[in-house]
């Protein structure tokens, strides 16, 4: 599993040069969702619902585990695929992709249909602006007035500033941190609050070891 993936930073939006006068226009854009992703697929569709096909594909989760793709009415594997292997050559995620076609007059035949909805979408990618998203993890840390000082010092040297703060019997800070700083972060504090402090966290319950 990792703990950062890359996706594009916003719509996008290309055209390739015209093949035997088909003209292939592809759309990008950031998708968390299946909802989201279907919802982009709909817009598009609509806003070019004079065209003759709008093929898709959408690739989300950190690892790419959950993915679609659909031909819309072009030869069974002819486009969705394509698209959707660019996306996965790419390394990309969390997105969607519609490539939209106006038939030019000549068939392309499957192959043909390949390359052309498989290069749009590859050459589109080749040029949208990427984001790289760390995977974060929400902390919960509580600790006793007289540690603030250790804390804020923990704080201050690994850049840490805490989402929200409350003041009651205790301490109560939220974080949230890149996954692979979490482990780290809990045994420095531990250390420095002579176990102290204590972490939890919210999403999962799992308290630090």
């Known amino acids: 599993m990792t703990n950062s993936f890359q996706t594009v930073a916003e719509e996008f939006r290309y055209e390739i040069e015209r093949i035997k006068n ?60 394509p698209i959707l292997q660019q996306v996965e050559g790419h390394e990309l995620t969390e997105l969607v992709v519609v490539v939209t076609r106006w038939f030019g007059g000549t068939k392309l035949g499957v192959g043909g249909l390949m390359r052309a909805y498989g290069g749009a979408a590859g050459q589109t990618l080749d040029r949208a602006p990427l984001a790289t998203v760390v995977i974060t993890r929400r902390l919960i840390v509580e600790h006793p007035y007289e540690c603030s000082s250790a804390v804020s010092a923990l704080f201050s040297a690994r850049s840490i500033e805490p989402v929200a703060a409350g003041y009651d019997v205790d301490v109560r800070l939220e974080l949230l941190l890149p996954e692979d700083d979490v482990q780290g972060f809990c045994d420095e504090l531990r250390n420095c609050t002579s176990a102290r402090a204590a972490v939890t966290f919210p999403d999962d319950e799992a308290p630090a070891n």
């Open 22 to 81: 088909s003209r292939f226009l592809t759309t990008v854009a950031p998708a968390d969702s299946v909802e989201a992703a279907l919802e982009f697929v709909a817009r598009i569709s609509a806003e070019f619902s004079g065209a003759n096909h709008n093929c898709w594909a959408y690739r989300l989760g950190r690892d790419g585990e959950l993915f679609r793709s659909s031909d819309d009415g072009e030869p069974g594997g002819s486009a969705g695929r």
